[in-house]
């Protein structure tokens, strides 16, 4: 087991103000929050995205807040020394404030996460007042926000005009100001990404964002090639654990079918006498 210290909002605060860069992943289940737990990433996202990852709908907008209670639980359980964050499905939060607390009161008392994520710019303004008032710490995420990307017309990068990419760092200061103690930023255009991190004192958290943010974030399963489904572009696969998988899958059906396994080494090999059976 790695030698490691769970790191706090005052770390992350820390390491933007000295230029020290950090690391956030996704986990959906025990294991590999155990395994992501031992390694040196300090952050792990229960994220909305296992709506696809985990229960194959096409787009993460059907999630429940039960399904987020069953997955956060798992993870809290298995990373110990990770900081925890819950997403806060679609339709949990856009209601009201009160709402909006409800539900993040759920994730936070049900759970044990550190945090909850919503998603979201200056629309959200008073949801993460009344969140952050309650005493919950909040992440926001702007720039490609999935639960809504059906109505900016699909996957696509945000911020690509002048425009659009000062509306971006306009929603940044205004989550600033409401209370987030850092935000997401997905699916924007080096240059705006820059912009961003240097508008706001709070991290930065970028997924598709380019290399001058405070963190990156990237979702395990596409990281680590399991997820066959898509390939967005600023995924960078450090393994290729799917083709793993399937190899180990075949040697075992081989084994199988040709009598290899199991040999003595997997067997119970106590004599019994079996006589009075026959
Ligand atoms: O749900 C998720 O995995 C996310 C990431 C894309 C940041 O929100």
């Given at each position: 087991?790695?030698?490691?210290?769970?790191?706090?909002?005052?770390?992350?605060?820390?390491?933007?103000?000295?230029?020290?860069?950090?690391?956030?992943v996704t986990a959906y289940d025990y294991t590999m929050a155990s395994i992501i737990d031992e390694s040196n990433v300090e952050i792990i996202l229960v994220g909305d995205s296992l709506g696809m990852i985990m229960l194959g709908y096409s787009s993460t907008t059907p999630v429940t807040m039960e399904d987020m209670v069953h997955h956060i639980r798992p993870v809290v359980k298995g990373a110990p020394n990770t900081f925890i964050v819950g997403d806060t499905p679609f339709g949990a939060y856009q209601e009201s404030d009160e709402q909006a607390v409800h539900n993040a009161v759920r994730l936070i008392k049900e759970t044990g996460c550190d945090c909850v994520k919503l998603e979201g710019g200056i629309e959200m303004e008073s949801r993460i007042k009344a969140i952050v008032n309650a005493g919950i710490l909040v992440m926001g995420h702007i720039g490609l926000t999935p639960q809504t990307a059906t109505s900016v017309g699909g996957f696509k990068v945000q911020g690509g005009t002048t425009e659009s990419a000062l509306k971006l760092i306009e929603d940044a200061k205004t989550l600033e100001r409401a209370g987030v103690f850092s935000m997401v930023l997905e699916a924007v255009p080096t240059v705006v990404g820059k912009a961003v991190t240097e508008a706001v004192k709070v991290p930065v958290l970028g997924i598709g964002a380019g290399p001058h943010v405070d963190c990156q974030v990237l979702v395990t399963q596409d990281m680590l090639g399991m997820y066959g489904e898509f390939k967005p572009k600023f995924v960078k696969q450090y393994a290729n654990i799917r083709k793993v998988m399937v190899d180990a899958l075949n040697d075992f059906h081989?084994?199988?079918?040709?009598?290899?396994?199991?040999?003595?080494?997997?067997?119970f090999n106590k004599e019994v006498t079996l006589d009075k059976l026959y």
């Amino acid at each position: 087991m790695a030698d490691k210290t769970k790191m706090t909002v005052m770390d992350f605060k820390k390491f933007k103000e000295e230029g020290r860069k950090f690391s956030y992943v996704t986990a959906y289940d025990y294991t590999m929050a155990s395994i992501i737990d031992e390694s040196n990433v300090e952050i792990i996202l229960v994220g909305d995205s296992l709506g696809m990852i985990m229960l194959g709908y096409s787009s993460t907008t059907p999630v429940t807040m039960e399904d987020m209670v069953h997955h956060i639980r798992p993870v809290v359980k298995g990373a110990p020394n990770t900081f925890i964050v819950g997403d806060t499905p679609f339709g949990a939060y856009q209601e009201s404030d009160e709402q909006a607390v409800h539900n993040a009161v759920r994730l936070i008392k049900e759970t044990g996460c550190d945090c909850v994520k919503l998603e979201g710019g200056i629309e959200m303004e008073s949801r993460i007042k009344a969140i952050v008032n309650a005493g919950i710490l909040v992440m926001g995420h702007i720039g490609l926000t999935p639960q809504t990307a059906t109505s900016v017309g699909g996957f696509k990068v945000q911020g690509g005009t002048t425009e659009s990419a000062l509306k971006l760092i306009e929603d940044a200061k205004t989550l600033e100001r409401a209370g987030v103690f850092s935000m997401v930023l997905e699916a924007v255009p080096t240059v705006v990404g820059k912009a961003v991190t240097e508008a706001v004192k709070v991290p930065v958290l970028g997924i598709g964002a380019g290399p001058h943010v405070d963190c990156q974030v990237l979702v395990t399963q596409d990281m680590l090639g399991m997820y066959g489904e898509f390939k967005p572009k600023f995924v960078k696969q450090y393994a290729n654990i799917r083709k793993v998988m399937v190899d180990a899958l075949n040697d075992f059906h081989k084994e199988t079918l040709s009598g290899e396994f199991p040999t003595p080494e997997f067997s119970f090999n106590k004599e019994v006498t079996l006589d009075k059976l026959y």
